[in-house]
Nanobody
Framework: QVQLVESGGGLVQAGDSLTLSCAASGRTFSMYAVAWFRQAPGKEREFVATISANGIYRDYADSVKGRFTISRDNAKNTLYLQMNSLKLEDTAVYYC????????????????WGQGTQVTVYS
């Protein structure tokens, strides 16, 4: 069973950059697609980005396309989310998730979740 631990969240000014990490335990990390989701206060959790097991295929929500980059290092069992040009509306708890062999935006398809890391963007 893979376990996920997010880190890298914090308080940043609008326009700044931040990189989130998601460290995975277990030997099956490289077998699965992984994704980032986020949940803003008072809103439902939403898809942000996903990357295939081999890192070749990626998909992004329209709201972050061109600003965020998802990547993974299977040798280090780590997933990343590089966030540039941050906006106030990017404020949320960010979660990484895994457990499915194909990339998908469907939250219910992911079986393993981290505890989340808070990102707060101020003006």
């Amino acid at each position: 069973q893979v376990q996920l631990v997010e880190s890298g969240g914090g308080l940043v000014q609008a326009g700044d950059s931040l990189t989130l990490s998601c460290a995975a335990s277990g030997r099956t990390f490289s077998m699965y697609a992984v994704a980032w989701f986020r949940q803003a206060p008072g809103k439902e959790r939403e898809f942000v980005a996903t990357i295939s097991a081999n890192g070749i295929y990626r998909d992004y929500a329209d709201s972050v396309k061109g600003r965020f980059t998802i990547s993974r290092d299977n040798a280090k069992n780590t997933l990343y989310l590089q966030m540039n040009s941050l906006k106030l509306e990017d404020t949320a708890v960010y979660y990484c998730a895994t457990g499915i062999s194909i990339i998908t935006r469907t939250e219910a398809a992911y079986t393993t979740w981290g505890q989340g890391t808070q990102v707060t963007v101020y003006s």
